[in-house]
């Protein structure tokens, strides 16, 4: 097995160009299996979802001409969101709890993941790590 850590950035989408980058130049022939995931890091409210995951598509559609590797997508994992009294008084004044807004750019990745890709190998962190 060859791991390739944390691939060098924190923006989402050079992750994806590295991973890329790195499966084409220097590891393919030498791997059967292969999976990219983001961290719960990777998303915040402000992200552009549909930006991320074009480039996501962009990488893992290109890599299907090594039909020898089996690609494995992963689902981004969701955080737990605070909660309790202080947080729902302040929710019912109309306050966003801000923690459950990267959540939702992770929900939307997630969901165009599993539509796009229904019919490859996805592993489904979001789901296993909630349950």
């Known amino acids: 097995m060859i791991r390739v850590g944390a691939l060098g950035s924190p923006e989402p989408a050079a992750k994806c160009e590295d991973f890329h980058q790195i499966l084409d130049q220097k590891l393919l022939g030498h791997v059967d299996v292969a999976l990219f995931k983001f961290c719960y890091v990777d998303f915040d409210e402000r992200s552009d979802v549909a930006a991320i995951f074009a480039t996501y598509a962009g990488a893992m559609d290109d890599l299907k001409r090594f ?3 089996v690609f494995i997508h ?12 202080g ?9 966003p709890n801000r923690s459950k807004l990267p959540n939702v750019s992770r ?8 539509d796009r890709y229904a019919s ?5 962190l979001a789901e296993v790590m909630s349950t």
């Not at 992963?74 to 009294?85: D, H, K």
């Not at 729902?88 to 004044?93: A, D, N, P, T």
């Not at 490859?120 to 489904?124: G, N, R």
């Open 87 to 95: 947080v729902w008084v302040r929710e019912l004044l109309g306050r």
């Open 107 to 114: 929900s939307e990745f997630n969901r165009r993941l599993t």
């Open 74 to 85: 992963v689902t981004a994992p969701l955080r737990s969101i605070a909660g309790g009294p």
């Open 67 to 69: 039909p020898e590797v």
């Open 120 to 124: 490859d190998p996805v592993f489904d």
